[in-house]
């Protein structure tokens, strides 16, 4: 397992902003998710989206981790997106019950048109 390579922050159009996800999310991921997350929301936008296209593993601890950002997001006004998830993860988000609260879109564009 290697450790998240890169949280690279983009702009997803006029009112959302996308984190690119690439390697693992676990405990060690917390740091800089957290600054992406403050990064992604400083111009001020409702939306974040998560692209996990690049995403190599995830344990528990990654998934408490987006609980973490749900709960930072809800408290802003802010809704939070995912798209690129495998079918593994896709399952590990509905047996969670995370795509109750985090919007899974099929792709990017799904994503920012959404």
């Not at 290697?2 to 690439?22: P, Y």
């Not at 997001?73 to 509905?94: M, P, S």
């Amino acid at each position: 397992m290697s450790e998240v390579q890169q949280l690279a922050v983009r702009s997803g159009g006029t009112n959302a902003s996308i984190i690119d996800v690439r390697g693992d999310v676990t405990a060690a991921t917390e740091a800089a998710l957290m600054d992406a997350y403050t990064h992604a929301t400083a111009s001020g936008v409702r939306t974040v989206l998560l692209d996990f296209s690049g995403l190599d593993y995830m344990n528990s601890s990654g998934i408490g981790l987006l609980v973490t950002l749900l709960i930072r997001a809800n408290r802003q006004g802010q809704r939070i997106g995912a798209f690129g998830l495998n079918a593994h993860y896709r399952d590990i988000f509905e047996l969670t019950r995370l795509d109750e609260a985090i919007h899974i879109y099929d792709d990017e564009a799904a994503a920012t048109a959404g």
